[in-house]
């Protein structure tokens, strides 16, 4: 079936420093992924997406790769403000399942100053 | 442009109670999402709407559970009678394709508690 993997949380880190968070994925197919973030009190919100292999998406200084060999879609950024402190979702979507999405747990990010 | 609108924002209801969640999507969207965060767990596809019609309502756990959308535009899903394990977050979510390539876009949610 198909299914997203991400790094458990909470991640706990300093303003300015650099941020992973793992997600690895399984699909019976070629897959879009995509990173959602959701902020205190808000909504889920679409932060970048991939749709193909080696495709890098990007946002708000926020980058993941598309790494077909690896099936993974880790999230990076290199200096991290407070104001990124949310819950980030990694999920995946398959054309031939229309329109359903797969996510992962989610990983809780606080940054600190 | 308005977003996708859901209320009430929290609910807390007593085990056996009746709660009705209601979404309001971006206009023009013909369909319609809900997904469903139990704490600690995935966020779950529940169902789907294209205009009033239910395209897949498989993730839908079970017959406590009903979803309306009159008329092709708000939706409500009601749970009757909710229990415990009903608690966490409902989201809505629209989008004028079908296709999940593309993303969709999702409200703030529905913390729904049941005690």
């Known amino acids: 079936g198909n299914s997203v993997t991400q790094m458990e949380g909470p991640v706990t880190l300093s303003e300015e420093a650099f941020l992973t968070i793992n997600c690895t994925y399984t699909?019976?197919?070629?897959?879009?992924l995509f990173w959602y973030v959701q902020y205190p009190g808000e909504g889920l919100q679409l932060l970048l997406k991939a749709t193909k292999a080696d495709d890098k998406g990007s946002n708000k200084g926020f980058e993941a790769t598309y790494r077909k060999e690896t099936t993974s879609f880790h999230l990076e950024k290199g200096s991290v403000q407070v104001s990124d402190s949310a819950v980030y979702f990694c999920?995946?979507?398959?054309?031939?399942?229309?329109?359903?999405?797969?996510f992962g747990k989610g990983t809780s990010l606080l940054v600190t100053p | 442009e308005a977003g996708v609108t859901q209320f009430p924002s929290h609910s807390v209801i007593e085990k056996g109670q009746t709660v009705t969640l209601r979404c309001d999507p971006i206009s023009g969207h013909d369909n319609l999402y809900w997904y469903r965060r139990v704490m600690g767990k995935e966020i779950k596809f529940l169902l789907h709407f294209v205009k009033e019609s239910k395209q897949d309502e498989s993730g839908m756990p079970n017959n406590r559970f009903l979803a309306e959308r009159t008329g092709g535009t708000y939706s409500t899903l009601k749970v009757q009678p909710a229990e415990l394990e009903d608690s966490g977050v409902y989201f809505c979510?629209?989008?004028?394709?079908?296709?999940?390539?593309?993303?969709?876009?999702f409200g703030s949610g529905t913390r729904l508690t049941v005690v």
């Open positions: 999920a995946l979507g398959l054309s031939n399942s229309g329109y359903a999405l797969n």
């Open positions: 979510a629209s989008s004028q394709g079908q296709q999940a390539t593309y993303g969709y876009t």
């Open positions: 699909a019976t197919g070629y897959p879009s």
